[in-house]
Antibody, heavy 115, light 105 residues
Framework: EVQLLESGGGLVQPGGSLRLSCGASGFTFYSYMMSWVRQVPGKGLEWVASISGSADLTYYAESVKGRFTISRDNSKNTVFLQMDSLRAEDTALYYC????????WGQGTQVTVSS | AIQMTQSPSSLSASVGDTVSITCRASQTVRSDLGWYQQKPGKAPKVLIYASSTLQGGVPSRFSGSGSATDFTLTISSLEPEDFATYYCLQDHDFPYTFGQGTKLE
């Protein structure tokens, strides 16, 4: 059974940093693209970033490019999202997803950016 | 970036009804279009991928069609558990983009 468990969310001041982690199990982690998607409570879904299985390719939404960095450790079946220069508009529930033809989602971790 | 225009934004229906939700892409996404269902407080769940392929375990009352720029999700004979929010997602090209969502109530 596929399991994705996000962690690392919390309350941070504007301009601050957070590092999200997503631990994966139940599939051959290194062979899957992994992504982060966020959702403001009560609003729609926004794709944030993706990373290829071998970590040689990364992709970002314009809204986070230059501030967020996606990475992975295939030896630990974990994908990360380093979030720097955080803004109030980054406040959202952040989902980790396994991607091959479709997204399979974790349960999310809440990030709140507020002073 | 490819823009996905989903309609309607909300839909009122009753158990037993058949409903359709559409997504239009601003440029071709071939068949790289998925449909996701989200219930309150839960993560989205895939229903359909590659425009028309039903994910395993998803009831056959859900169906998808379309290609290039126009796509439709049809739910036949609505069941009580189908009242949720639905999103389309194009995974043809980065940045991946979602439709705005359709709340079925």
């Amino acid at each position: 059974e596929v399991q994705l468990l996000e962690s690392g969310g919390g309350l941070v001041q504007p301009g601050g940093s957070l590092r999200l982690s997503c631990g994966a199990s139940g599939f051959t982690f290194y062979s899957y693209m992994m992504s982060w998607v966020r959702q403001v409570p009560g609003k729609g879904l926004e794709w944030v970033a993706s990373i290829s299985g071998s970590a040689d390719l990364t992709y970002y939404a314009e809204s986070v490019k230059g501030r967020f960095t996606i990475s992975r450790d295939n030896s630990k079946n974990t994908v990360f999202l380093q979030m720097d220069s955080l803004r109030a508009e980054d406040t959202a529930l952040y989902y980790c997803a396994k991607v091959r033809r479709f997204f399979e989602w974790g349960q999310g971790t809440q990030v709140t950016v507020s002073s | 970036a490819i823009q996905m225009t989903q309609s309607p934004s909300s839909l009122s229906a009753s158990v037993g009804d058949t409903v359709s939700i559409t997504c239009r892409a601003s440029q071709t996404v071939r068949s790289d279009l998925g449909w996701y269902q989200q219930k309150p407080g839960k993560a989205p769940k895939v229903l359909i991928y590659a425009s028309s392929t039903l994910q395993g375990g998803v009831p056959s009352r859900f169906s998808g069609s379309g290609s290039a720029t126009d796509f439709t999700l049809t739910i036949s004979s609505l069941e009580p558990e189908d009242f949720a929010t639905y999103y389309c997602l194009q995974d043809h090209d980065f940045p991946y983009t979602f439709g705005q969502g359709t709340k079925l109530e």
